[in-house]
């Protein structure tokens, strides 16, 4: 049974980082396409970074490249977010999400969901 459990959401200043992580079970993290959402109030759900299961690409939305990072720990089978110079534009609920054969950042590949957990950036 695939289960993923998102967690480091919090409220933090512009400028600030904050770090995401996404433990994941019941699979296998190198042999799924695995990816970071976000959605905002009154905005759907976008892609932020994904790691595509047909070749380990990895794939940023162009508004957080530069600031953002994704790895994983394939020991503990965690991903992370690494979000530096937040900007209150990045306020939303990120969710981790992964997929067997995923190979894009577009949410709708995406089968399995994480419960989310909010990043809120004050001005």
């Known amino acids: 049974d695939v289960q993923l459990q998102a967690s480091g959401g919090g409220l933090v200043q512009a400028g600030g980082s904050l770090r995401l992580s996404c433990a994941a079970s019941g699979f296998t993290l190198d042999k799924y396409a695995i990816g970071w959402f976000r959605q905002a109030p009154g905005k759907e759900r976008e892609g932020v970074v994904c790691i595509s299961s047909l070749d380990g690409r990895i794939s940023y939305a162009d508004s957080v490249k530069g600031r953002f990072t994704i790895s994983s720990d394939n020991a503990k089978n965690t991903v992370y977010l690494q979000m530096n110079s937040l900007k209150p534009e990045d306020t939303a609920v990120y969710y981790c999400?992964?997929?067997?054969?995923?190979?894009?950042?577009?949410?709708?590949?995406?089968?399995?969901w994480g419960q989310g957990t909010l990043v809120t950036v004050s001005s």
């Open positions: 999400a992964t997929d067997r054969l995923a190979t894009t950042c577009l949410a709708y590949e995406y089968d399995d």
